[in-house]
């Protein structure tokens, strides 16, 4: 069983930076697919930042290329979200979720549903 515990959320100003980080226990996710989600209040879910299995794949959505940057230490079994040039609108909780080696990349960057562990979510907001 992998157990997620995100951190690092909090009051942003616009323009800002913060970092995200995702720290896994139970098990090494070194070579699980983490993503991470962020959900707005009405707003459906979004895929923002994968990176893959073997750490040669990274997604980014749209609204956040550029932007974010998602990364993985190994040794501290932790994944981390850089967030910069932050804008009210990437106001959310921020979830990681994880899925296990040789999972389809394709499904983990379109569908929430798709990931088998995900933590309890950390609450980002950006305001003046």
């Known amino acids: 069983q992998v157990h997620l515990v995100e951190s690092g959320g909090g009051l942003v100003q616009p323009g800002g930076s913060t970092r995200l980080s995702c720290a896994a226990s139970g098990r090494t996710i070194s070579n699980y697919a983490v993503g991470w989600v962020r959900q707005a209040p009405g707003k459906e879910r979004e895929i923002v930042a994968v990176?893959?299995?073997?750490?040669?794949?990274?997604y980014y959505a749209e609204s956040v290329k550029g932007r974010f940057t998602i990364s993985r230490d190994t040794a501290k079994n932790t994944v981390f979200l850089y967030m910069n040039s932050l804008k009210p609108e990437d106001t959310a909780v921020y979830y990681c979720?994880?899925?296990?080696?040789?999972?389809?990349?394709?499904?983990?960057?379109?569908?929430?549903?798709?990931?088998?562990?995900w933590g309890q979510g950390t609450q980002v907001t950006v305001s003046s």
């Open positions: 990176i893959s299995w073997s750490d040669d794949l990274l």
């Open positions: 979720a994880a899925d296990p080696p040789f999972s389809s990349i394709a499904a983990l960057t379109t569908t929430p549903d798709a990931y088998d562990y």
